[in-house]
C-alpha cells in the first residue's frame, strides 16, 4: 500500500489555475494507475481524473475535460492536476488515490482504489 499527501490547493478567484500535487511512497507507485476525486459539502465523491501506470493513458470527466490536466512523473512518486479556468462549481476538496490493481489502466470508480490522501482544499470565488 502507498502513502499519499497532497498540496497545493487554495482559495482563487474564477478564471484562475491552480496545480494540485500529490506526493506518494511506496515501491509500487510506479505500478499503480492513479486518480483524483473530489467532494463538495452535501454531495458525494466525484471522479475528476485518472492516469494509468504509465502515464501514457488518462480519462477526465466531462465537467473538466479541456480545463483540468493530469499527469505523473513516476520517478519522483508525484501526481499532479493542473487545474485552468477554475469555476466556481470547482470548489470542493480534492483527494489522490491509487489504485488497488497494479499495471491497470484507470478507473473513475472510488472502489477500484485502495489507498487515499488526506484531501486538499480548493475554494474558486465567483
Known amino acids: 500500500q502507498v502513502q499519499l499527501v497532497e498540496s497545493g490547493g487554495g482559495l482563487v478567484q474564477a478564471g484562475a489555475s491552480l496545480r494540485l500535487s500529490c506526493a506518494g511512497s511506496?515501491?509500487?507507485?510506479?505500478?499503480?494507475?492513479m486518480g483524483w476525486f473530489r467532494q463538495a459539502p452535501g454531495k458525494e465523491r466525484e471522479f475528476v481524473a485518472g492516469i494509468n501506470y504509465s502515464g501514457a493513458s488518462t480519462s477526465y470527466a466531462d465537467s473538466v475535460k479541456g480545463r483540468f490536466t493530469m499527469t505523473r512523473d513516476n520517478p519522483q512518486k508525484m501526481v499532479y492536476l493542473q487545474m485552468n479556468s477554475l469555476k466556481p462549481e470547482d470548489t470542493a476538496v480534492y483527494y489522490c488515490?491509487?489504485?488497488?490493481?497494479?499495471?491497470?489502466?484507470?478507473?473513475?470508480?472510488?472502489?477500484?482504489?485502495?489507498?487515499w490522501g488526506q484531501g486538499t482544499q480548493v475554494t474558486v470565488s465567483s
Open positions: 488515490a491509487a489504485s488497488k490493481t497494479r499495471w491497470g489502466t484507470w478507473s473513475n470508480v472510488p472502489d477500484d482504489f485502495g489507498s
Open positions: 511506496g515501491r509500487s507507485f510506479s505500478t499503480l494507475p
